[in-house]
Nanobody
């Protein structure tokens, strides 16, 4: 079991910002690709952004490019998702995921089936 603990969700008006955090074990940050996914009611869980072990490379979905930034804090073994210019369509449960075998900057980082470790999720609600 790999504990992943998300925090930072909440409610905000359109155009606002939130920062999500995912606390992980130290070895997870050294070895695993870590990603943020989101799932809105009635929709599939979709990949939002990913960061490679060590934080040297990132990937993100077209729907969030220029608005969301994934980063890491090595000292705290934490991965953040800074979300700016939020839109109502960003409303979803956001999940942190990790797996040491995912190609974080290749073609599979956004596939939920690639990840074996998941957090419990944190809700983000954006009102218009």
């Amino acid at each position: 079991q790999v504990p992943l603990v998300e925090s930072g969700g909440g409610s905000v008006q359109a155009g606002g910002s939130l920062r999500l955090s995912c606390a992980a074990a130290a070895w997870t940050r050294r070895l695993a690709c870590m990603a943020w996914f989101r799932q809105a009611p009635g929709k599939e869980r979709e990949g939002v952004a990913a960061i490679s072990p060590g934080g040297g490379s990132t990937s993100d979905a077209d729907s969030v490019k220029g608005r969301f930034t994934i980063s890491q804090d090595n000292a705290k073994n934490t991965v953040h998702l800074q979300m700016n210019t939020l839109k109502p369509e960003d409303t979803a449960m956001y999940y942190c995921a990790a797996d040491p075998y995912v190609d974080c900057v290749g073609g599979s980082w956004y596939r939920r089936d690639e990840y074996n470790y998941w957090g419990q999720g944190t809700q983000v609600t954006v009102s218009s």
